[in-house]
């Protein structure tokens, strides 16, 4: 959610954590302090550690179906659909230099499907 309203790093991240109300981030599953009521951020190294480990094409589905059970459709009939490739500014890897998503995206502005994909010479 943070990275949809515009953080750009796991610092940002963090600070967008700290900012959002307790109810949000009790939501989220973070712990809240029994005494104060103050929600225990992580430290950016947590949440980098956490992020490498999830699967991207999981949490991908994840947020698609998310967010497609939300919508609904803007017209009935044709729909123009765009599918791009990008590579990943800071992401990358032991094994590559940067990852590389294909995604599907209408003319509304919502990602059907996006799917990471070996290399950007061939989407």
Request: glycine share 8%.
């Amino acid at each position: 959610m943070s990275v949809l309203a515009g953080a750009r790093s796991l610092t940002a991240i963090t600070e967008w954590i700290g900012d959002v109300p307790a109810w949000a981030c009790r939501v989220l599953g973070f712990p809240t302090d029994p005494l104060s009521g103050t929600v225990s951020v992580p430290h950016p190294h947590t949440l980098r550690r956490l992020l490498v480990q999830l699967d991207g094409d999981a949490l991908d589905r994840a947020i698609g179906a998310f967010l497609t059970a939300r919508t609904t459709p803007a017209c009935p009939g044709l729909r123009a659909i765009a599918v791009d490739g990008k590579a990943l500014r800071g992401s990358r890897t032991a094994t590559t230099p940067y990852v590389t998503l294909l995604a599907a995206m209408d003319h509304t502005g919502h990602v059907l499907a996006q799917r990471q994909v070996a290399d950007k010479s061939n989407e």
